[in-house]
């Protein structure tokens, strides 16, 4: 099995995410939760979320999942949106 780093869209991701957030590093999360990457896999692809989100520092994210006031701050959003238009017009 090919390790994260060794896909090809990985360096991609990591233009993307450096031009807006030249700190900016993606690393490998692994996540709970249900997608449609455990039917992809039967076909032999392997699939990848990429959600980039810039978080202030003092914000506890992990504490807003799935709660009652589960939210991001738009200005993350808008990070996520400009780092995914240049991911996408880069592939």
């Known amino acids: 099995m090919r390790a994260f780093a060794d896909d090809e869209g990985v360096p991609i991701w ?3 995410l450096r031009a807006e957030d030249p ?5 490998p999360y692994l996540m709970s939760g ?3 990457a455990k039917s992809f896999s039967t076909l032999g692809m ?4 990429f959600s980039p989100l810039l978080l202030p520092a003092d914000l506890n994210f992990m ?3 799935h709660g009652i006031d589960e939210r991001v701050p738009v200005d993350a959003l808008k990070f996520g949106v400009r780092v995914l238009e240049r991911f996408l017009a880069d592939c």
């Open 14 to 16: 990591k233009a993307a």
């Open 23 to 27: 700190d900016g590093h993606p690393l």
């Open 34 to 36: 249900g997608t449609d």
């Open 46 to 49: 392997r699939c990848y979320g």
């Open 63 to 65: 504490s807003l999942f």
